[in-house]
Structure formats: structure tokens, C-alpha cells
């Protein structure tokens, strides 16, 4: 058991450290990164029939380091009676914002991600991910460990009363 705690420990460890680089890289990405808006070329609306979500593609058209650049943004969106399909002319006229690195900023460091996102803000795509794996380690780790020495106490005192 203590073994097994132990190898949980050095897990949460491990998975600190890589939710430590992910942040960081995530944070370099957020500074160094700009948010242009886009234009919709073109926009597809599929309804599922069997179920209340409908699969939306979109063909967004922005600048990128001063040429003109494309992506396909595909995503899906429940809907109901009160929250009714998408017009594909309500599509058109939004300008989703989308946010990329500069060519004079990139390096090995930082990740040359696109990203289409509905606000300005970038939220990190890692988040507190690392993190909350290093306490799915650590704490069963150290539960194991005091486990173990709790029932190797309690066989230490039973063979003491034999």
C-alpha cells in the first residue's frame, strides 16, 4: 500500500509540473496573441432529426498578418421553442471574433494556435486541468500512505498482545 501511495505522489507531481507548463504556455499565448473580427463566406445548418441539436459549419474569412486567411468553424447548438435554429442570414451577419499569433511574435515556445471564440478573452484551453490532476494523485497518495502505517501499527500492537 505505501508503495502504491507513493507511486500516487510522484504522479501528483509529475502532473503539477505539466499543469505548470500548460498554464505558462497558455499565458504566453494570451499575451502575445491578437483577436481580429471575421466574416462568414459561407454557413451550413444541419438539424439532427433525432435529437434537439443542429450541427453548424461556417466558412469564416479574416486577416491574418495582413493577408486575407479562411477556416472552417464547425460546432453544434441545442435548440428549442424558446431558443429556435439559426437563419443561415443571422449566421452570415455575425463577425465572430478569432484569435492567432502574429508572425513576429511565434517561437517554440509559444503555440501557434487559431481559435474562433465568442468573446475577446482568451480562456486558457488547458485550464486548471494539470492541476486537478496532481490533487486526484496527491490525495489518494497520502490516504494510502497514512493507511499503511495505521494498519502496520495496529499489527504491531495485535502481535504485542499474542
Known sequence: MKAIGILFIIFSILSGLLGVRSYLRDDAYAKASVVVNSSVKWAEVKP????STVS??????????????SLEHNYSQFYSKDNPLPTIEKLKAATPPIRYLPKEKRSKNIPDWV?????????????????????NFLIPGIFLIIYSRVRRKSRELFSLQK
Request: hydrophobic share 40%.
Open 48 to 51: 439532427n432529426p433525432w435529437k
Open 56 to 69: 453548424i459549419k461556417l466558412m469564416l474569412i479574416y486577416m491574418r498578418d495582413g493577408v486575407a486567411d
Open 115 to 135: 481559435m474562433v471564440s465568442n468573446k475577446d478573452k482568451h480562456d486558457g484551453v488547458y485550464g486548471q486541468t494539470g492541476f486537478s490532476w496532481m490533487l
